[in-house]
């Protein structure tokens, strides 16, 4: 077996301070990169649906929080289990300065993409000597 | 045990040792049954049983899969699920500040509790869900035999 498999883990949220979700609590895997513009995030919340989705941005707080919907798991008897379901709940201290109005979002195959843009006097600027 | 022959890998040593007390075990088992060799992701399973257990449900989450690169294979109670997860690259000039998720290809086969009706296999993909339904072939099931005097 090559080292280079790699399991697919989930990771359970360590503080879920704000959630009264009855069900089980996970930190999405994400991606986080910046561009000259803006900063982007991917995350995997796999069997969430668009309208579960609720993105919060507080001060300079990135909030992500998705439910699974349950339907999908019922009448089902488990007979053997890799993965648990549950909820997912993120939070991220964005240090960049964001253009709120500009902020979009979108969910394909359960990965959550959100393009931030930064605000105009956060970009870089170049101040040419005269 | 001398039928096992022990590699450097000690991965692979306790997957063998596995893999010969599950086949040392005569009652028909499931679930894990072989893990791929090669490169690639290894996504999680979970297996149900609906319908008073004559129909398996197969759950795979598998987010942001190419929909195209899906394959389910079936022969007897076993059952082959692979497929391909491709990361795109941002466009333009990027710094990543955090890598979490990967890319790869992924191999799974895994035996099922019993033998299904390949006519009845249904397959699904939705939000970065594989549900897969397959039902219990007629041959596997019970069947009462009348004795004739």
Same mark, same amino acid.
């Given at each position: 077996?090559?080292?280079?498999?790699?399991?697919?883990?989930?990771?359970?949220?360590?503080?879920?301070?704000?959630?009264?979700?009855?069900?089980?609590?996970?930190?999405?895997?994400?991606?986080?990169?910046?561009?000259?513009?803006?900063?982007?995030?991917?995350?995997?919340?796999?069997?969430?649906?668009?309208?579960?989705?609720?993105?919060?941005?507080?001060?300079?707080?990135?909030?992500?929080?998705?439910?699974?919907?349950?339907?999908?798991?019922?009448?089902?008897?488990?007979?053997?289990?890799?993965?648990?379901?549950?909820?997912?709940?993120?939070?991220?201290?964005?240090?960049?300065?964001?253009?709120?109005?500009?902020?979009?979002?979108?969910?394909?195959?359960?990965?959550?993409?959100?393009?931030?843009?930064?605000?105009?006097?956060?970009?870089?600027?170049?101040?040419?000597?005269? | 045990?001398? $039928?096992?022959?022990?590699?450097?890998?000690?991965?692979?040593?306790?997957?063998?040792?596995?893999?010969?007390?599950?086949?040392?075990?005569?009652?028909?088992? $499931?679930?894990?049954?072989?893990?791929?060799?090669?490169?690639?992701?290894?996504?999680?399973?979970?297996? $149900?049983?609906?319908?008073?257990?004559?129909?398996?449900?197969?759950?795979?989450?598998?987010?942001?899969?190419?929909?195209?690169?899906?394959?389910?294979?079936?022969?007897?109670?076993?059952?082959?699920?692979?497929?391909?997860?491709?990361?795109?690259?941002?466009?333009?000039? $990027?710094?990543?500040?955090?890598?979490?998720?990967?890319?790869?290809?992924?191999?799974?086969?895994?035996?099922?509790?019993?033998?299904?009706?390949?006519?009845?296999?249904?397959?699904?993909?939705?939000?970065?869900?594989?549900?897969?339904?397959?039902?219990?072939?007629?041959?596997?099931?019970?069947?009462?035999?009348?004795?004739?005097?």
């Amino acid at each position: 077996m090559s080292k280079a498999i790699k399991k697919v883990e989930k990771t359970d949220v360590e503080k879920s301070d704000e959630t009264t979700w009855a069900a089980k609590t996970y930190e999405p895997a994400v991606d986080i990169w910046e561009t000259a513009d803006a900063l982007a995030l991917a995350a995997d919340v796999p069997g969430v649906t668009r309208d579960k989705v609720e993105l919060d941005l507080r001060d300079d707080t990135l909030t992500i929080r998705a439910e699974v919907g349950a339907d999908a798991y019922e009448g089902l008897r488990p007979l053997y289990g890799e993965y648990n379901i549950g909820n997912f709940y993120r939070r991220f201290s964005l240090g960049e300065v964001i253009d709120r109005e500009k902020i979009s979002a979108d969910l394909k195959d359960g990965v959550l993409t959100v393009t931030l843009p930064k605000r105009e006097k956060a970009k870089p600027r170049k101040i040419v000597v005269a | 045990m001398s $039928f096992l022959r022990f590699t450097n890998d000690p991965f692979e040593n306790v997957m063998r040792l596995q893999r010969a007390i599950s086949q040392s075990v005569d009652q028909p088992s $499931f679930g894990l049954d072989w893990t791929p060799s090669g490169q690639g992701l290894q996504p999680a399973l979970d297996i $149900f049983e609906a319908e008073g257990g004559d129909t398996v449900v197969v759950k795979a989450e598998l987010p942001g899969v190419d929909r195209e690169s899906l394959e389910i294979e079936n022969v007897g109670s076993r059952l082959m699920v692979a497929g391909k997860r491709e990361i795109p690259t941002p466009e333009g000039e $990027f710094r990543y500040h955090r890598r979490e998720r990967h890319g790869g290809e992924f191999r799974r086969v895994f035996r099922l509790p019993f033998e299904v009706d390949r006519d009845k296999a249904t397959a699904n993909y939705s939000d970065g869900v594989l549900t897969i339904r397959l039902e219990k072939a007629e041959s596997a099931k019970p069947r009462q035999i009348a004795v004739k005097s």
